[in-house]
């Protein structure tokens, strides 16, 4: 998959939620690589905000990036309509510190990026696999978030309130093409003993029933419930009368829990990257949310080149024989056993290192370790195949290598180890000439890694 930006831009204009100013946010295709960020046009020199977890300043009510002196709050609901809806790359022009809150939900964000439309780029979609269970928890709150390794990107989220109008609900999203539909219409929510506070707080400036679920479930005096709604700019309610106060009705019973889940996609888009991993959210909230994603990013730069899935249970995309009519190597120079992943622009192979290679009888006596020029060479052939793969009558052809760059040898491979190779085009084909990044694992650990340059002739 590529990855894509937005076709054009789009501007929304409302007020902020915590300071009650009018604002614009303009959305912006952006180039490759590019990834989220936030532009506060207001200020001098228009400084630029990354949108990644350790650009997080704050929590309360909110996401808050900060760098500098520049911060823009309320960004959440934005990045999930960005992220569900599979764009990578993206600029947010904003005139405030804050996104304007519109309704509350994505749903506007949604509709306005599928007006404009998705664009596909050159370069490739980065996925993180997780591959291994991982985990946040706070004892205080009782919070926690898990992921786990799964095919595609999924949540479910479960919260928990001391409220009889609110106690627990739980949602699902296992799909992100169901994003639109089922999680992006849902609105923020607050509990009446919570305004209070906030506005103490200098929050919700912005705050109303067009824009939040209102739960009103603590009786207080009619002339105390009276005073709040004056101060927020909402009409009278009946001080005993429990439930929701909004002008309009919930979408579905479990709004607030959707809600939530809304919110986690927005907080695991400053990840930097789409991932593949079902998540367990239990009481979630944006400080656990952003403890979460910083953990994700870390795994990430400890894994910065990820080891491709390895299922031996699949039948190989090429065979031996198939990698024979391709390749003139033979015993003991063939060093790729079969293909399990192919594409137009990369390959994964596999070799299964046996203690009967020949070269361990002389590299070394009583210390078997492959030789680095035979890794080399191993890594070529997979690219070789890639290449040969992509031409016509490869069967006609052979890849001569004229070129090797940023060779790094990270660990020994020994007998017992499967090498998987992974070769990537980093330049196209041109006047039989090709460049391609490969490395090789070993587990999860890249042992060798380098860049080849590799010419295709016709055999005489």
């Not at 089922?182 to 906030?198: D, H």
């Amino acid at each position: 998959m590529k990855q894509t930006t937005l076709q054009g831009s789009f501007s929304l204009c409302g007020k902020g939620l915590h300071t009650g100013l009018n604002l614009t946010v303009t959305f912006n295709p952006a180039p490759e690589n590019h990834g989220y960020k936030i532009q506060r046009i207001d200020l001098e020199g228009m400084p630029i905000i990354d949108a990644i977890a350790e650009n997080v300043i704050e929590t309360t009510r909110g996401t808050v990036l900060g760098r500098g002196e520049a911060r823009c709050s309320t960004i959440e609901h934005a990045f999930a309509a960005l992220y569900a809806m599979g764009v990578d790359n993206c600029l947010l022009q904003v005139n405030g510190p804050e996104v304007p809150i519109l309704d509350g939900s994505a749903e506007i964000y949604v509709q306005h990026i599928k007006r404009v439309g998705i664009a596909e780029q050159n370069a490739a979609k980065d996925y993180y696999i997780i591959n291994k269970k991982l985990e946040v928890k706070d004892e205080e709150t009782g919070a926690c978030i898990t992921i786990l390794p799964d095919e595609q990107f999924s949540i479910t989220a479960m919260i928990a309130f001391n409220s009889k109008v609110l106690s627990s609900q739980f949602a699902t999203l296992d799909n992100m093409e169901n994003f639109e539909t089922e999680i992006a219409p849902c609105r923020t929510f607050v509990f009446v003993r919570e305004i209070e506070q906030l506005l103490a707080a200098g929050l919700i400036k912005g705050g109303d029933l067009d824009n939040a679920i209102v739960i009103y479930e603590n009786e207080m005096s009619q002339e105390r419930l009276n005073q709040l709604a004056d101060t927020i700019g909402v009409p009278h309610h009946d001080a005993t009368e429990k439930g929701y106060l909004n002008h309009k009705p919930l979408a579905w019973e479990n709004e607030p829990a959707r809600h939530k889940l809304l919110d986690i996609i927005g907080d695991m888009a400053l990840i930097g990257k789409p991932i593949k991993g079902r998540i367990i959210a239990t009481r979630p909230g944006h400080t656990i949310n952003n403890k979460f994603a910083r953990l994700i990013r870390k795994e990430i730069r400890a894994h910065e080149i990820q080891a491709p899935i390895y299922d031996c249970n699949k039948a190989p995309v090429m065979d031996i024989n198939r990698i024979r009519e391709l390749l003139p190597h033979r015993y003991p120079m063939q060093l790729v056993d079969k293909v399990i992943e192919l594409g137009p622009t990369s390959i994964v192979a596999v070799k299964n290192i046996t203690s009967n290679e020949p070269f361990f009888q002389g590299h070394f006596p009583g210390e078997p370790v492959m030789p680095g020029v035979l890794q080399l060479e191993a890594m070529a052939q997979a690219g070789g195949l890639l290449v040969l793969n992509s031409i016509e009558e490869p069967e006609h052809c052979s890849t001569y290598f004229l070129k090797i760059d940023s060779v790094k040898f990270r660990k020994k491979v020994v007998p017992g180890d499967t090498l998987l190779f992974k070769a990537e085009i980093a330049a196209p084909l041109r006047h039989g000439i090709v460049s391609m990044k490969c490395y090789a694992f070993v587990g999860e650990n890249v042992v060798t890694e380098a860049t080849f340059t590799a010419q295709i002739i016709k055999n005489r």
